[in-house]
């Protein structure tokens, strides 16, 4: 198939080698020109995967309308940021035989928004798919075993999805839980922040296994308030996600929270991690949503609480922990 993969970020470089390996026809964009000449000169992006090679069929362009025209299937690979000005750029160069397929986990504060809805709203009629999993770009990159899902709203859309992207490295299970896999993906970014705050502060295994676990209980219990699967948060978009998320040294929102457990502010720790932290937005836009649908999220709220108000860590745990007593099992929520 001809594929046109936009954003030459880490994740987009991994993709598109297991495409390209899988015998698609890959045009790659990217919106710095400057970066563009690197990699295709270098045959590598020394900024995102110094150590990995592109498959020598990919094509590299700083055209827009060349890497998507005629594409059969799109996929952004942008910050969560970028993906309604990718959307909006992208109107008037598909048909409606084109699958846009987001990798992006993230929600838009202003609109409370999945990626999905966004380009679903600019590109009207546009069958979509939400790729997500525990998938560590480095990782892929170099070969290793992974899993994801693709989800859609049209089953058939997800398995056609599944057959482009998997082979014997790179497993794909399908959902049509579109919803549940957007919110599991972008939620499991704050209590990652929350695990690598715990980290920062030395506070032990215990401790972060607490978060893990407390963690996926509020993110399920949003994702069922706005609509979404409960068995989707055991999957891998869910606790998978979370789980590789919270622990890897891979994770930028791990290492952005173990900066604030060591007791850099917002700025600092943004500074020093140098990418895009997608969970520092993902908060707002999860203690927007659960005031919304009216759900307890306490890890999220306290976040929220050290990112945007000031509140140190120290005393955000202090919090936690002495909430009033409950039931360790969620009203109406079974997770297994």
């Known amino acids: 198939m001809r594929i046109g993969v936009i954003g030459i970020g880490s994740w987009g470089i991994a993709l598109a080698g297991i495409l390209a390996d899988n015998g698609h026809d890959i045009t790659m964009w990217g919106r710095n020109p400057k970066k563009v000449s690197e990699i295709r000169t270098n045959g590598k992006s020394q ?50 035989n084109t699958i846009v397929v987001s990798v992006a986990k993230g929600i838009e504060p202003s609109t409370l928004k999945t990626m999905t809805s966004i380009i679903e709203e600019e590109l009207q009629g546009t069958a979509t798919v939400a790729l997500s999993g525990p998938s560590h770009a480095e990782e892929v990159a170099a070969g290793l075993p992974a899993t994801c899902v693709a989800a859609s709203r049209n089953i058939k859309v997800a398995e056609l999805i599944q057959d482009v992207f998997m082979n014997d490295r790179f497993r794909v299970y399908t959902s049509e839980d579109l919803l549940g896999v957007e919110l599991g993906g972008a939620l499991k970014n704050v209590i990652a922040l929350a695990a690598g705050i715990s980290d920062g502060m030395a506070l032990g295994d215990n401790a972060k296994a607490a978060l893990v676990t407390r963690g996926i209980a509020e993110i399920a219990r949003l994702g069922v308030a706005a609509g979404a699967d409960i068995l989707t948060f055991s999957g891998l978009s869910g606790i998978g996600d979370l789980v590789v998320t919270c622990a890897s040294k891979h994770s930028r929102n791990r290492r952005t929270g173990m900066l604030l457990g060591e007791g850099k502010t917002l700025q600092e720790a943004l500074a020093e991690v140098r990418m895009v932290v997608e969970g520092v937005n993902t908060t707002k836009a999860a203690h927007a949503l659960a005031k919304e649908h009216s759900v307890e999220m306490p890890i999220t709220n306290e976040i929220y609480n050290a990112l945007f108000l000031g509140k140190s860590p120290l005393d955000a745990v202090s919090d936690l922990m002495r909430r009033g007593k409950k039931n360790e099992q969620d009203k109406g929520l079974r997770l297994l």
């Open 47 to 96: 900024d995102y995967l110094p150590g990995y090679m592109l498959n020598t069929k990919i094509t590299l362009t700083e055209n827009f309308q060349e890497a998507v025209e005629n594409a059969e299937v799109i996929v952004i690979s942008t910050a969560s940021a970028g993906i309604r000005e990718i959307s909006r750029k992208l109107a008037g160069l598909v048909n409606e």
